[in-house]
């Protein structure tokens, strides 16, 4: 099956430092979407991405989809504890969708 | 958000009990989907259904089953745990959000075998 492996595992950082995580396949992706999980918590949906080079804000998130679509980013300017957390790409076919291995940010005051 | 809720939140049980993991929803999403997730890991699709009277395996191998009756009801079944089930269990369903599914999480089932 389609594999997609994000970088890095684990972060930690202090309050107010930027955070990026990185999404890569091996195949070119129809599309992608970022999904975040709170410790204890379910994953919940950020965004999907559809278009090679999209780049979409939320607020202090910006998600961006690679020109060959086959990577996305999320970064996180000025860190907040809220936004600690595991943050997931997914991507695959309608029926299936894989989750991608995760970046799990830990921010510390 | 999403009207989607899982019983019980918490199970622990003893080996070789059978035990039904309960998924519902009110949007009337048609497809629903059960994910394993073990700590700080990733989740694997175990079932999906596309509908009432259909369902499928997902990519990680199971020893549940699961049924579809009616579109608001999923639940997830194991005749027979043992210790390897223990895991934390997530029923989602989905809306067709352009060209593919956005998923709506229940909050889970943290079961655990002894």
């Known amino acids: 099956g389609q594999q997609v492996m994000q970088i890095p595992q684990y972060q930690h950082v202090q309050e107010g430092e930027d955070f990026t995580t990185y999404c890569n396949s091996s195949?070119?992706?129809?599309?992608i979407q970022w999904y975040k999980q709170r410790p204890g918590g379910h994953p919940v949906f950020l965004i999907q991405?559809?278009?090679?080079?999209e780049v979409k804000k939320q607020k202090r998130l910006t998600f961006q989809f690679g020109e060959a679509k086959k990577n996305s980013s999320l970064h996180i300017t000025a860190t907040q504890t809220t936004d600690v957390g595991t943050y997931f790409c997914?991507?695959?076919?309608?029926?299936?969708?894989?989750f991608g291995t995760g970046t799990r940010l830990q921010v510390t005051l | 958000e999403a009207d989607i809720y899982q019983t019980p939140r918490y199970l622990v049980i003893g080996t070789g009990k059978k035990i039904t993991l309960e998924c519902s929803q009110t949007?009337?999403?048609?497809?629903m989907y059960w994910y394993q997730q073990d700590p700080g890991m990733e989740l694997h699709l175990i079932h999906y259904?596309?509908?009432?009277?259909?369902?499928e395996k997902g990519d990680l191998s199971s020893e549940s089953t699961v049924s579809r009756i009616r579109t608001e009801h999923f639940p997830l079944t194991l005749e027979s745990a043992r210790p390897s089930h223990t895991s934390q269990y997530l029923c989602?369903?989905?809306?067709?959000?352009?060209?593919?599914?956005?998923?709506?999480f229940g909050s889970g089932t943290q079961l655990s075998v002894l």
């Open positions: 195949t070119t992706l129809s599309n």
């Open positions: 989602a369903s989905s809306l067709r959000l352009g060209g593919d599914e956005k998923l709506f």
């Open positions: 949007m009337g999403h048609d497809k």
């Open positions: 997914v991507t695959g076919t309608a029926s299936k969708l894989t």
């Open positions: 259904s596309y509908g009432v009277n259909s369902t």
């Open positions: 991405l559809v278009k090679s080079g």
